[in-house]
């Protein structure tokens, strides 16, 4: 599952994101600065291109229309949990299904 924020930054805003592990920043017109807290460079984005984020603090300036897009994998282990539960409500069903009743149709 994929999700994104869309900003609009006022010529010299500055935000500041908190982020997570998993996110991208895609600049869709304009132009935005930003640092990264813990890397000693800053980063410059243009019109339609885009930028891996770390977890950690960014602090963005710039004007245009940004996009911050987070990928959301299901976690390994609610897919194995909902995996297991799928099948046993299916053989639950299937219990239910043989042990019923037959009605008599007249």
Not at 32 to 42: F, L, P, Q
Not at 51 to 79: D, F, K, M, Q, Y
Request: aromatic letters at 4%; hydrophobic letters at 40%; proline letters at 5%.
């Amino acid at each position: 599952m994929v999700s994104d924020t869309r900003l609009i930054l006022q010529n010299g805003a500055l935000m500041q994101l908190e982020l997570r592990k998993g996110y991208r920043i895609h600049c869709d017109e304009g132009e935005a600065w930003i640092t990264v807290t813990g890397i000693s460079r800053d980063f410059v984005l243009a019109g339609h291109e885009s930028l891996e984020l770390p977890p950690g603090r960014a602090l963005v300036e710039g004007h245009g229309t940004l996009r911050v897009i987070r990928n959301r994998p299901l976690p390994l282990l609610a897919t194995l949990w909902s995996i297991r539960q799928l099948s046993r409500l299916a053989r639950r069903l299937r219990r239910a299904h043989s042990t019923a009743p037959v009605a008599a149709l007249h």
